[in-house]
């Protein structure tokens, strides 16, 4: 048993550590105040390949394994959550479809561009009264001639109307078999008519990153858009979703190490009655509780992602670390703010920025409740 | 690696983005895995690295490293040989001046800017001024300050393919470097002790009391510093 990682996955952490600390961490509050997405620091992250990490070198991206994605995704998270967000939902969830179910023809149009990073990709699951209920999604698409008209909306999507945006895959009600829904994914480009997006979403955390409503009004595209088979959409979607939850667990575990490093630096120069307060049993014992936790959080999640680079059955991994690491990074910012006291709530310090950023983390992508269904399928309860 | 030896590679890689057909080496000296920092190197560009590790040059003092780093670079004859300002441990700033003492080359330090041309290396060496502008032939020693350059992040791809590249790890006795020129043994200074600076007990503290500029402008006057 080796739990080492490669000298290529130390120095992955060190450059994306260096890069986010000297490059995002000075503007991360002015990104936030002004809710402004990075296209400047989305384009360094372009040309370091952490758009594409684990994208196959063939397709533009850089061929990295899972476990280098997850390093990546959470050292940006420990300094940016809305960065880190940004990749994650590019990576897993924008182009990871297109990869996985892609035709040959889908593959060249799309991948290139998204793993090179020259433009962001979105998946369009999430509609305004349907979320993991995706039974109850009521967008539909209806094949008319050698094209699909689109009618209907989704909801809290991520990099779906920025400036670079290429396209959204969106699962869609493309009939009925037996009495059920028949989904299925289809990708519509940016700039589709009928394909409206919304003004940014006004968010409690995540500021940086692109939120939206997408709407679907008589909107037409090719025939060919159909991405993997008809009638796989969910099959499809819960895959992804699967993936998907690694890079969400890497931003949970990233949430939690940066609202301890802030935590530790903090209790170490904060002084009260007369020494730093990091000498009172009570921070020590709150910032040991942590560092024990994150490292548990570390191997649960590098596991899922070791799992799914050995080619193995990985959902269950998954879903434990995403759950964990999404409620043990809101003990962590909130021990962490609470060492802060009251500087801790005042906007100039990171903590109350990744306070706000944090609960997300126990929403999206599954709530904590809906990963404690998976685990108990994944278990085999009834 | 030290920050200073990533702004040396910084100007070596874009010597040769401009030049072209030319290679980027590194050389070090140190324990097996020092070859890790060594791949950042490799990952930000560079051709190939050779790393000395021997237990025979564990200790060496700036003598015997310099005795070592001569002669991997006596082996590899390169046109121009570039160091980081100093190292981030010892701090020395030396090291760069005893290896070009060593192989005979000119040395410049302090390079804020750096030209190749016409079998020249043309340097702006930045001083409590301004700069000297200072040409020597090739090839030459050349140390780089910290502001010369910002160094670039290595690409997820150059990580990757870094470990591809050439790195090989040579020992003394390969490079006809003897026992008693490296080590402990090839070594002209021994470390009896460290310690700590002792503190300065003469030191004034001048409180922000709505004089305190003038008092220290006084204060600066008496010592003819002003």
Same mark, same amino acid.
């Given at each position: +048993?080796?739990?080492?990682?490669?000298?290529?996955?130390?120095?992955?952490?060190?450059?994306?550590?260096?890069?986010?600390?000297?490059?995002?961490?000075?503007?991360?509050?002015?990104?936030?105040?002004?809710?402004?997405?990075?296209?400047?620091?989305?384009?360094?992250?372009?040309?370091?390949?952490?758009?594409?990490?684990?994208?196959?070198?063939?397709?533009?991206?850089?061929?990295?394994?899972?476990?280098?994605?997850?390093?990546?995704?959470?050292?940006?998270?420990?300094?940016?959550?809305?960065?880190?967000?940004?990749?994650?939902?590019?990576?897993?969830?924008?182009?990871?479809?297109?990869?996985?179910? =892609?035709?040959?023809?889908?593959?060249?149009?799309?991948?290139?561009?998204? @793993?090179?990073?020259?433009?962001?990709?979105?998946?369009?699951?999430?509609?305004?009264?349907?979320?993991?209920?995706?039974?109850? @999604? *009521?967008?539909?698409?209806?094949?008319?001639?050698?094209?699909?008209?689109?009618?209907?909306?989704? +909801?809290?999507?991520?990099?779906?109307?920025?400036?670079?945006?290429?396209?959204?895959?969106?699962?869609?009600?493309?009939?009925?078999?037996?009495?059920?829904? !028949?989904?299925?994914?289809?990708?519509?480009?940016?700039?589709?008519?009928?394909?409206?997006?919304?003004?940014?979403?006004?968010?409690?955390?995540?500021?940086?990153?692109?939120?939206?409503?997408?709407?679907? !009004?008589?909107?037409?595209?090719?025939?060919?858009?159909?991405?993997?088979?008809?009638?796989?959409?969910?099959?499809?979607?819960?895959?992804?979703? /699967?993936? =998907?939850?690694?890079?969400?667990?890497?931003?949970?575990?990233?949430?939690?190490?940066?609202? $301890?490093?802030?935590?530790?630096?903090?209790?170490?120069?904060?002084?009260?009655?007369?020494?730093?307060?990091?000498?009172?049993?009570?921070?020590?014992?709150?910032?040991?509780?942590?560092?024990?936790?994150?490292?548990?959080? *570390? =191997?649960?999640?590098?596991?899922?992602?070791?799992?799914? /680079?050995?080619?193995?059955?990985?959902?269950?991994?998954?879903?434990?670390?995403?759950?964990?690491?999404?409620?043990?990074?809101?003990?962590?910012?909130?021990?962490?703010?609470?060492?802060?006291?009251?500087?801790?709530?005042?906007?100039?310090?990171?903590?109350?920025?990744? $306070?706000?950023?944090?609960?997300?983390?126990?929403?999206?992508?599954?709530?904590?409740?809906?990963?404690?269904?998976?685990?108990?399928?994944?278990?085999?309860?009834? | 690696?030290?920050?200073?030896?990533?702004? &040396?590679?910084?100007?070596?890689?874009?010597?040769?983005?401009?030049?072209?057909?030319?290679?980027?080496?590194?050389?070090?000296?140190?324990?097996?895995?020092?070859?890790?920092?060594?791949?950042?190197?490799?990952?930000?560009?560079?051709?190939?690295?050779?790393?000395?590790?021997? #237990?025979?040059?564990?200790?060496?003092?700036?003598?015997?490293? #310099?005795?070592?780093?001569?002669?991997?670079?006596?082996?590899?004859?390169?046109?121009?040989?570039?160091?980081?300002?100093?190292?981030?441990?010892?701090?020395?700033?030396?090291?760069?001046?005893?290896?070009?003492?060593?192989?005979?080359?000119?040395?410049?330090?302090?390079? #804020?800017?750096?030209?190749?041309?016409?079998?020249?290396?043309?340097?702006?060496?930045?001083?409590?001024?301004?700069?000297?502008?200072?040409? &020597?032939?090739?090839?030459?020693?050349?140390?780089?300050?910290?502001?010369?350059?910002?160094?670039?992040?290595?690409?997820?791809?150059?990580?990757?393919? &870094?470990?591809?590249?050439?790195?090989?790890?040579?020992?003394?006795?390969?490079?006809?470097?003897?026992?008693?020129?490296?080590?402990?043994?090839?070594?002209?200074?021994?470390?009896?002790?460290?310690?700590?600076?002792?503190?300065?007990?003469?030191?004034?503290?001048?409180?922000?009391?709505?004089?305190?500029?003038?008092?220290?402008?006084?204060?600066?006057?008496?010592?003819?510093? #002003?």
């Amino acid at each position: +048993m080796n739990l080492d990682l490669s000298p290529e996955h130390e120095l992955i952490r060190s450059t994306v550590r260096d890069f986010a600390e000297s490059r995002i961490g000075p503007v991360a509050e002015e990104l936030d105040r002004e809710s402004r997405f990075p296209y400047e620091i989305v384009a360094e992250l372009a040309d370091l390949d952490l758009l594409g990490l684990p994208i196959p070198e063939e397709h533009g991206g850089a061929g990295g394994d899972t476990v280098s994605y997850a390093i990546a995704v959470e050292e940006l998270t420990r300094v940016d959550a809305s960065v880190g967000v940004t990749v994650a939902a590019h990576t897993s969830l924008g182009t990871m479809p297109i990869l996985a179910f =892609g035709t040959e023809d889908q593959h060249a149009e799309w991948l290139p561009q998204l @793993a090179r990073g020259e433009r962001l990709a979105a998946f369009g699951l999430t509609e305004p009264e349907a979320g993991s209920d995706a039974g109850a @999604a *009521r967008t539909t698409a209806t094949l008319d001639g050698d094209s699909w008209l689109i009618n209907g909306s989704k +909801m809290f999507i991520t990099n779906a109307g920025t400036d670079i945006s290429a396209c959204v895959t969106i699962t869609a009600v493309t009939g009925e078999v037996g009495g059920q829904s !028949e989904i299925s994914n289809i990708i519509v480009p940016n700039g589709t008519p009928g394909y409206e997006v919304s003004p940014p979403l006004k968010k409690m955390g995540w500021r940086a990153s692109d939120t939206r409503g997408l709407t679907f !009004e008589n909107c037409r595209v090719p025939a060919r858009n159909l991405l993997g088979e008809r009638g796989r959409g969910l099959a499809q979607f819960l895959e992804v979703l /699967d993936g =998907g939850r690694i890079s969400i667990a890497a931003m949970g575990l990233g949430a939690a190490q940066g609202a $301890y490093d802030l935590a530790f630096g903090y209790a170490r120069e904060r002084q009260a009655f007369g020494r730093p307060i990091s000498g009172f049993q009570s921070i020590q014992f709150a910032l040991a509780d942590l560092a024990t936790e994150i490292e548990a959080a *570390r =191997g649960l999640t590098y596991r899922a992602a070791w799992l799914k /680079d050995e080619g193995r059955e990985f959902a269950l991994a998954a879903a434990q670390a995403k759950l964990y690491t999404g409620e043990l990074s809101n003990r962590a910012v909130n021990t962490a703010l609470q060492i802060h006291g009251g500087y801790g709530f005042m906007d100039e310090y990171p903590i109350s920025r990744l $306070y706000r950023d944090q609960k997300v983390l126990e929403i999206g992508e599954g709530t904590n409740e809906i990963q404690r269904l998976v685990i108990a399928r994944q278990l085999g309860l009834p | 690696m030290n920050q200073g030896d990533t702004n &040396a590679i910084e100007a070596a890689l874009r010597l040769k983005e401009a030049a072209g057909d030319c290679e980027v080496v590194l050389v070090s000296m140190g324990p097996d895995d020092a070859i890790n920092s060594l791949r950042k190197g490799l990952a930000m560009g560079a051709d190939r690295a050779t790393l000395v590790s021997d #237990t025979g040059a564990a200790g060496s003092d700036i003598v015997g490293t #310099t005795n070592v780093l001569a002669a991997v670079l006596t082996h590899e004859t390169p046109d121009l040989i570039l160091f980081g300002q100093q190292s981030a441990d010892s701090d020395g700033a030396v090291l760069w001046a005893a290896v070009a003492d060593r192989l005979r080359q000119p040395v410049i330090s302090q390079a #804020t800017s750096l030209d190749l041309s016409e079998g020249k290396a043309t340097v702006k060496r930045q001083t409590e001024y301004g700069y000297d502008v200072i040409e &020597a032939p090739l090839p030459c020693v050349i140390a780089v300050s910290d502001g010369i350059n910002e160094p670039r992040y290595p690409s997820l791809k150059g990580i990757m393919g &870094a470990k591809k590249k050439p790195q090989a790890i040579v020992t003394l006795e390969s490079l006809g470097v003897g026992a008693e020129q490296a080590g402990t043994a090839g070594s002209r200074t021994e470390v009896k002790s460290l310690n700590d600076p002792p503190a300065r007990g003469d030191s004034q503290l001048i409180e922000g009391d709505g004089e305190a500029a003038a008092r220290v402008l006084a204060f600066l006057n008496e010592k003819k510093l #002003t």
